[in-house]
């Protein structure tokens, strides 16, 4: 049996197949490091753009702190916070003071209003004398739940209302906390454009409803 030579341009051909292989690597650590470039401009540009919003909110202050001393809390509740954002737009985030992380939380209600303690993040103190009320919702500052599993609370802090946006571990108890603080949406309110206010998808209307003082929910 006789074994066929290979020519001068087989011989050829292979060095370069076996030269491309080698050379593929450089071409690989190439799209390695420009993918891990555009992350880089990417994260980049997000954190320049939280930083301009913040700027642009300079003018809202600081929440309150939490109050000193123990209160015995009339509820009580833990899960995450979502967000903050303009009231009755889900997507107008607040990001000044620290209010723009996402974090756990644990609310408790008491006479001052509601305490929001979040490791990890700044806590703060939503007056009671500042509350209008709350309502179950789906998404706030981007983020969106199944129906009805956030509970937003609208507060006033500065000259601008606000919502803010949590979620229970247990979501049953949203109930009792929109009896306590008194039902309120803002897309029913006429002083911020009434009906056809821009809001979460599937946001829950609270027309016709009692709706009870914050100072009442809150003693």
Known sequence: MTIPRQTPALLVTEAERRSQEVTDWAARIGWVIGLLLFVALVYWLMREGWKWRATLQGDLPAPPPLPSGSRAPRLRMTGRYHGTTTAGRWLD????HGLGVRSRAELSLTGAGVSVVRPGATDFLIPAGRIRGARLDKGIAGKVLTEGGLLVITWEHGDRLLDSGFRADHPAEHAEWIEALGA??????????GPGTTGAPGSTSTSGTTRETPQEGAR
């Open 184 to 193: 309120f949406s803002p897309f029913d309110d006429p002083l911020l454009g």
């Open 93 to 96: 985030r607040i990001v000044a």
